[in-house]
């Protein structure tokens, strides 16, 4: 059986049901398929969504619908060895502008697919493989994907990889990437019992961590260290107790006499970094598609977000066009893809292949630490409102002047 579509999206999670459904608001025909079930989420997530993937939240109409499901207004505390960079006291005078989203994973993933249900012009199928990928001789992508008793042809003018890191497309069209092998590992629990009304995030000499409150009585934790302390923890069996006490020696954290892991420990020993061709064999490669990065940066879900609005924008027109050569737009999604994304993976993949903090780190914190402005930037870098290179600008500019 083969049926035709305006648009062919592979991957039902952020990027791709974010895709879907910006395109069916413009009244294109969308089909979308994921390998996994409609009721199945990605569990290995820090749950921040970033500042930057505001405005695509707004612009699909689900903010409210999050802060119902119980997603909580974040930001970000930052210690550092030479002190912490308070998100309340950088911002002060925007502090209701400027703030993320702390979102269950099993809430958002269900409320972007219910989003998809309510247009008629989104097919969603469920439990679909992909089995290859063709051209025909004008240029139109065919895809052949299998349930469990149906194999479909799908044909499209545009289509979408948005499969996630381990994307099966990007394997299919050879389009590898650049990896940059990370120096830690992770794991992280839900705990109960941590009282934190929003995100802390620890930089230490050999480790990392983060916490940030889900919902009034629990919290996720992840720890972030270098790969050759992975026995140390792993085949530790009263890991709940080192755990509670290397949390208990952190600095601006609350009494743990309540807390208590309340979930099963995640464990992920890749944690590697990933940056492929976003535009690749005519095909748009989105979110851990087309970029993965070390999951300590937190910026999963405001990237995915960020990708498919980016493709929107750059090829909604010519689809509303059939004679236009949507090329064009792949070709300027690519572009603007590289110019937005490409300095942020230089910067977090260059910090994620380090084992230890350098003394040159130290002396950056102090400097962030002590002004002002150089903190409010870097906060803004971390939260991806800036890029790297107007953080260094402002960084340059503003070195040995502290702001009191």
Not at 109 to 119: C, E, H, N, R, T
Not at 211 to 225: E, Y
Not at 374 to 401: D, H, T, V
Request: hydrophobic letters at 40%; aromatic letters at 10%.
């Amino acid at each position: 059986m083969s049926i035709r579509r305006r648009v062919t999206i592979v991957g039902a999670s952020v990027a791709g049901c974010t895709a879907a459904i910006l395109y069916a608001k413009e009244g294109h025909s969308v089909f979308i398929i994921d390998r996994k079930s409609l009721n199945d989420y990605k569990i290995n997530c820090t749950h921040f969504i970033q500042p930057l993937a505001l405005p695509t939240i707004k612009k699909l109409d689900i903010q409210e619908d999050l802060e119902i499901l119980g997603a909580t207004k974040s930001n970000l505390d930052i210690h550092t060895p030479r002190g912490c960079i308070n998100h309340s006291e950088v911002f002060s005078h925007a502090i209701n502008d400027v703030f993320g989203y702390n979102v269950q994973r099993k809430l958002l993933d269900p409320l972007l697919k219910k989003k998809m249900a309510s247009f008629d012009n989104i097919t969603f199928l469920e439990r679909f493989h992909l089995k290859s990928v063709e051209r025909d001789q004008y240029g139109k992508h065919k895809i052949l994907i299998k349930g469990d008793s149906t194999e479909l042809m799908v044909e499209s003018d545009l289509l979408i990889a948005a499969d996630g890191g381990d994307s099966k497309i990007a394997k299919i069209t050879n389009n590898n990437g650049e990896v940059v092998k990370s120096g830690k590992f992770t794991f992280f629990a839900y705990f109960t019992g941590i009282p934190f009304k929003t995100s802390k995030h620890w930089v230490l000499n050999n480790a990392t961590v983060y916490a940030g409150a889900l919902t009034k009585q629990l919290t996720l934790v992840a720890f972030f260290f270098n790969k050759k302390e992975i026995n140390l923890w792993k085949n530790n069996h009263g890991i709940d107790s080192k755990m509670l006490d290397f949390l208990g020696s952190l600095e601006g954290m609350p009494n743990l006499d309540k807390a208590k892991r309340a979930s099963d420990i995640i464990w992920a020993q890749n944690i590697d970094n990933v940056y492929r061709k976003c535009y690749h064999n005519e095909i748009a490669f989105l979110g851990d598609a087309a970029m993965k990065t070390d999951p300590v940066s937190g910026t999963g879900c405001a990237f995915a977000f960020k990708s498919a609005d980016l493709l929107f924008e750059c090829t909604n027109n010519f689809l509303h066009n059939p004679g236009s050569d949507i090329k064009e737009g792949l070709m300027e999604y690519a572009l603007k893809f590289n110019a937005f994304f490409r300095p942020h993976f230089e910067a977090i993949s260059s910090t994620s292949k380090q084992e230890f903090l350098r003394p040159s780190d130290e002396n950056f914190y102090s400097l962030v630490h002590k002004n002002k402005i150089i903190g409010k930037a870097y906060l803004k870098l971390i939260y991806r409102m800036i890029s790297p290179k107007e953080f260094q600008n402002i960084l340059i500019s503003n070195i040995g002047l502290p702001i009191e």
